[in-house]
């Protein structure tokens, strides 16, 4: 007798589809598929989950980007840990159940989160980039990594994303915790509220705040994400 919970009606409703969409490809809204054919792409250092096929996961070397990236991530203990996947076969990447967005660069750029990076392409080149406001200390939020380029892009979030509209005389003002991405020309500044900053905590999005000013874009998420230094 099948029933409501039968095995097969499980497999069938979780197995992975071919869906033919491309080099990345949503398994699920928390599932990234990349799909190789003799090519390489960048993933966040720990995000395979499972793969098929014959493929070769090397870890970023220390001088893969450059010395002025090793130089930023020397002093800043961020940046993207990244792994480099080539080969033929099919990947599965996640990021302790948050969810993935996929978009495409062409010929344009956005500064990231470093944490929020799942995967990218390998037409992409990355940045380390420096907030030039020494106040960013206080927030976490002194470096990110800047995308450019044409190519794919996987990012992660906790719950659905919001992205807010920067116009000139209209500026938009964040918890860098919460804060995601933006555009890649935007030059954030940090703000802080002393009075705010004894009340609530060094930590607090309401005392520390990035404000963004200009024609452009900022993402955020509903979560307060505050990443510990790793080694």
């Known amino acids: 007798m099948v029933t409501r919970y039968d095995l097969d009606g499980f497999i069938a409703a979780s197995e992975q589809k071919e869906l033919n969409e491309g080099t ?5 809204d928390r599932m990234l598929e990349v799909n190789l ?5 960048w993933t966040k250092l720990g995000a395979m989950v ?11 070397g220390i001088l893969e980007q450059g010395i002025a990236n090793l130089f ?17 076969g099919k990947l599965y990447a996640a990021d302790n159940g948050k969810k993935i967005t996929i ?14 990076i799942l995967a990218f392409e390998s037409t992409i080149k990355n940045e380390i980039k420096l907030t030039r406001k020494i106040a960013g200390l ?43 991405a933006w ?9 802080t509220d002393i009075q705010l900053k004894t009340f609530f905590g060094r930590g607090s999005g309401e005392s520390i705040q990035m404000k ?5 874009f900022v993402v955020i998420q509903p979560f307060e994400e505050i990443i510990g230094v790793s080694s």
């Open 183 to 191: 555009s890649g020309h935007l030059q954030p500044q940090f703000k």
């Open 37 to 41: 054919n003799n090519n390489m792409v």
């Open 138 to 180: 206080l927030a976490g939020g002194l470096f990110n990594v800047v995308l450019s380029g044409t190519g794919l892009v996987a990012i992660t979030t906790h719950f659905d994303p919001l992205t807010l509209i920067v116009k000139p005389g209209n500026p938009v003002f964040s918890d860098p915790n919460a804060t995601v």
């Open 212 to 216: 963004f000013e200009g024609d452009g």
């Open 50 to 60: 499972a793969y098929r096929g014959n493929l070769k996961f090397t870890r970023e």
């Open 72 to 88: 930023k991530k020397m002093i800043s203990s961020e940046g993207a840990r990244l792994t480099k996947v080539e080969g033929t």
């Open 24 to 28: 990345f490809e949503l398994e699920s």
């Open 103 to 116: 978009f495409a660069l062409r010929n344009q750029s956005i500064c990231i989160n470093a944490n929020d």
